[in-house]
């Protein structure tokens, strides 16, 4: 079992006995990608799961640029269909971008407009990553200029930034919330519903063990562990 967090520097050979197979994921999934790993494995014991993760833009990239990716989870589908076999990805979960602040919510910040104020620190994902992308939706919806702070490469950088007190509050996923004791969620209004949906997809035809991944994800099994990290299912 192995994990990458931005770039694989190299792949070392499969075993004679092991299948290895290169599974690139959107940083929101590394939670429950990590723990689907482990049940994948548990349940395929001639295959080893390597993970990059990283956003879902800078993936893109990399796999355009001749990554050796076997599977891609994307955190939007305008990124999932930057690469090729986007025609064969399927939706196997969904987010909700919501507003994240400090745990306690120190400045008692209770809406949307309160972005706004003076003397607040805002942190978003950066305009072309999918987070980014929903935060920018999200303040169109409600006719808002926003002037982020400072902008993050993925929604983990967003997370941590209000976790330790450098940012009071910003946009990033409902998940990212769940899953860190540090942060609370600003509901956002009833009349703003943006959802994000995760497309996955195999990169690699020639390896069958993507595919098998990929069922296992879909799979009752699968969508239990992503329901555990907070996801929707689609």
Same mark, same amino acid.
Not at 12 to 41: C, H, K, M, P, Q
Not at 47 to 73: E, H, K, M, Y
């Given at each position: 079992?192995?994990?990458?967090?931005?770039?694989?520097?190299?792949?070392?050979?499969?075993?004679?006995?092991?299948?290895?197979? #290169?599974?690139? =994921?959107?940083?929101?999934?590394?939670?429950?990608?990590?723990?689907?790993?482990?049940?994948?494995?548990?349940?395929?014991?001639? /295959?080893?799961?390597?993970?990059? !993760?990283?956003?879902?833009?800078?993936?893109?990239?990399?796999?355009?640029?001749?990554?050796?990716?076997?599977?891609?989870?994307?955190?939007?589908?305008?990124?999932?269909?930057?690469?090729?076999?986007?025609?064969?990805?399927? %939706?196997?979960?969904? @987010?909700?971008?919501? %507003?994240?602040?400090?745990?306690?919510?120190? !400045?008692? $910040?209770?809406? !949307?407009?309160? !972005?706004?104020?003076?003397?607040?620190?805002?942190?978003?994902? =950066?305009?072309?990553? +999918?987070?980014? *992308?929903?935060?920018?939706?999200?303040?169109?919806?409600? @006719?808002?200029?926003?002037?982020?702070?400072?902008?993050? +490469?993925?929604?983990?950088?967003?997370?941590?930034? %209000?976790? *330790?007190?450098? &940012?009071? #509050?910003? /946009?990033?996923?409902?998940?990212?919330?769940?899953? @860190? +004791?540090?942060?609370?969620?600003?509901?956002? +209004?009833? *009349?703003?519903?943006? =959802?994000?949906?995760?497309?996955? &997809? #195999?990169?690699?035809?020639?390896?069958? *063990?993507?595919?098998?991944?990929?069922?296992?994800? $879909?799979?009752?099994?699968?969508?239990?562990?992503?329901?555990?990290?907070?996801?929707?299912?689609?």
């Amino acid at each position: 079992m192995a994990a990458l967090t931005l770039a694989i520097a190299g792949c070392g050979g499969a075993t004679n006995d092991t299948d290895e197979l #290169v599974v690139f =994921a959107a940083a929101s999934l590394t939670n429950s990608f990590r723990e689907i790993e482990t049940a994948f494995e548990t349940t395929h014991p001639d /295959i080893s799961v390597t993970l990059n !993760l990283a956003g879902s833009s800078q993936l893109a990239t990399q796999i355009t640029d001749g990554a050796p990716a076997d599977v891609f989870a994307a955190a939007d589908t305008v990124t999932m269909g930057r690469v090729d076999h986007a025609n064969t990805a399927q %939706i196997f979960a969904r @987010n909700r971008p919501q %507003i994240l602040v400090p745990s306690g919510n120190p !400045l008692g $910040l209770g809406s !949307l407009d309160d !972005l706004t104020d003076d003397g607040i620190t805002l942190v978003v994902c =950066a305009p072309e990553v +999918p987070c980014g *992308s929903y935060a920018e939706m999200i303040f169109a919806a409600a @006719n808002l200029d926003i002037h982020p702070d400072s902008w993050e +490469p993925n929604a983990a950088g967003v997370v941590t930034k %209000i976790a *330790s007190g450098e &940012a009071d #509050v910003g /946009i990033a996923y409902a998940t990212d919330a769940l899953a @860190n +004791p540090d942060i609370d969620v600003i509901a956002l +209004p009833d *009349s703003i519903d943006i =959802a994000a949906d995760y497309p996955i &997809a #195999v990169i690699a035809a020639d390896n069958p *063990s993507a595919q098998a991944f990929i069922d296992f994800v $879909l799979s009752p099994d699968g969508q239990a562990i992503l329901s555990r990290f907070g996801f929707e299912t689609p």
